[in-house]
């Protein structure tokens, strides 16, 4: 079976489309069509499903594509690294949200980056999850942290850490609302008081409310600027009360910038994974990589 054709098979089969295969191996549509069409009729079975907007693969595609991709990543590992004697200073390429990866994972890995001889170059982008998912089914990253486990056998994900939320407001806005009043009041003596988001969907605060108090805010969104730091700075001035991972907002909580507005019982958690391509743990730097951040994230929980 030709390398070149399963080469082109595994990256339709990570990209999920032929127009998005195509722009990655730098082929024309029809040439990367052409290829597919081949390697169909030299198995004998179509490898995927055509619908209007990109690809699915069939069980036989799923299958041929998890036995392929990583002895395949492994070649182009070895095709890569070359022979000479620095071949060990790889880059690794991470993904991530923003706030997370440059406020946990980025610090910690930053340590591998020396030149002790084991060391990796380090290159970094963010983006949701999904973005950052399917960058990693692409190739076009080595590491992806998540809120969201990937499904399929293309991807591996391990459980790297739980994030607390908590709900804050600047001091003067928790004299305000009374905070101790939350107990007896729950969530009606927020209804008035505007809030702090990233999107106007309200997605921490509607999380927050659904997980402690069972019910749909009702709070005015006031700013919304999609940036956890940007949230906090906005929060530790006094524009609204906002929900915040605690990693983010302890320094805050500790020189007293801000103040928890409640302490439930049993806090709000977001799980975060750490995903590779199903095979990639063979190649050592990205093994160490992952390694390394499963040991750092033993002291973020």
């Excluded at 690294?81 to 949200?97: Q, W």
């Excluded at 391990?158 to 905070?179: F, M, N, S």
Aim: hydrophobic share 45%; with cysteine; charged share 20%.
């Amino acid at each position: 079976m030709d390398l070149a054709l399963l080469r082109t098979f595994v990256t339709v089969h990570r990209a999920g489309s032929f127009t998005r295969a195509a722009a990655l191996l730098g082929l024309s549509q029809p040439a990367v069509t052409s290829q597919i069409r081949t390697l169909e009729r030299q198995v004998g079975r179509p490898l995927f499903l055509r619908q209007a907007r990109g690809v699915t693969p069939t069980t036989i595609g799923d299958e041929l594509a998890h036995k392929a991709a990583p002895h395949l990543d492994a070649l182009v590992e070895i095709a890569e690294s070359g022979l000479e004697e620095d071949s060990s200073l790889r880059t690794l390429h991470l993904a991530g949200p923003t706030e997370f990866t440059a406020e946990r994972a980025l610090p910690a890995l930053t340590e591998l980056t020396g030149e002790d001889g084991q060391g990796f170059a380090l290159r970094a982008s963010f983006g949701t999850a999904d973005e950052v998912l399917e960058g990693l089914a692409a190739g076009h990253h080595d590491l992806a942290i998540s809120t969201v486990r990937p499904r399929g056998a293309l991807l591996t994900a391990t459980a790297l850490c739980d994030e607390e939320h908590v709900l804050v407001a600047a001091p003067h806005r928790a004299e305000q609302i009374g905070a101790g009043s939350l107990r007896r009041t729950g969530p009606a003596a927020l209804e008035r008081v505007p809030v702090v988001e990233v999107h106007e969907s309200l997605p921490f605060v509607a999380r927050y409310w659904a997980s402690v108090f069972g019910s749909r805010p009702v709070c005015p969104g006031t700013v919304i600027v999609p940036d956890l730091r940007a949230v906090l700075a906005c929060a530790t001035a006094g524009a609204g009360l906002a929900v915040l991972p605690r990693y983010l907002v302890a320094g805050a909580l500790e020189r007293g910038e801000v103040v928890a507005l409640h302490e439930p019982a049993v806090p709000p958690l977001r799980t975060y994974f750490l995903a590779v391509r199903t095979g990639t743990l063979a190649m050592p730097h990205i093994a160490r990589a992952h390694e390394w951040l499963e040991r750092a994230a033993a002291d973020w929980c």
